[in-house]
């Protein structure tokens, strides 16, 4: 079944909000799609709006083909989940996705304060390159073919992913 999120919310997931949110909202995104981009304002708003009762899980979907930095940035954000800092190079990527490069990367590492060997030295890490396939291939598990795309309590959001109706769609009775 294409409309269900494989595999659910795992330790492996990088997310904000209470573990045990009533609301999950999982994100298969690439740092430096356009649509990503806009939809990662939209998911801002919707996690003030919702507060506590919004979980917002992040997974990588890069499209390299695409999107030539796409797969270096994803990498650099789980070399930051490293140093505890996941959210930060995730929001610092988005907000300044017009200007990915390696060398603007290695910059955001060194203006969030990480520690630059560390930091580079988990760039090349094959593991943390597995970690982002991994969710690559969790997502063609899943069923996404594009970025953003979106699952509500483990199912695929179809609709727009502007405010009102993203919202209407986490409001409504769980499946």
């Known amino acids: 079944m294409t409309g269900t999120l494989k595999p659910p919310f795992n330790s492996t997931d990088h997310f904000q909000g209470p573990a045990k949110a009533a609301i999950e909202l999982v994100e298969f995104g690439d740092y430096q799609c ?7 304002f939209v998911v801002k708003k919707i996690q003030k709006h919702f507060g506590q009762k919004l979980k917002f899980v992040f997974r990588n979907f890069p499209l390299s083909e695409a999107h030539e930095f796409a797969f270096q940035a994803a990498v650099a954000s789980e070399a ?8 930060e190079m995730h929001d610092i990527l988005f907000e300044h996705q017009s200007a990915l ?3 603007a990367i290695l910059g955001y590492a060194k ?10 030295k988990d760039l ?3 593991s943390i390159a597995s970690k982002v396939e991994s969710d690559f291939e969790n997502g063609i598990r ?3 073919n594009g970025t953003p795309t979106f699952y509500i309590n483990g199912h695929r959001y ?4 502007d405010f009102d109706p993203l919202a209407v ?6 499946l």
């Open 34 to 40: 356009p649509h990503c981009g806009l939809a990662y």
């Open 80 to 87: 930051a989940a490293r140093q505890k800092r996941f959210w």
């Open 101 to 103: 490069s390696m060398h």
């Open 111 to 120: 203006d969030l304060g990480l520690d630059g060997i560390q930091f580079e």
């Open 124 to 126: 090349k890490d094959d």
């Open 142 to 144: 899943s069923g996404v």
């Open 158 to 161: 179809q609709g727009n992913y």
């Open 169 to 174: 769609a986490l409001e409504a009775p769980p």
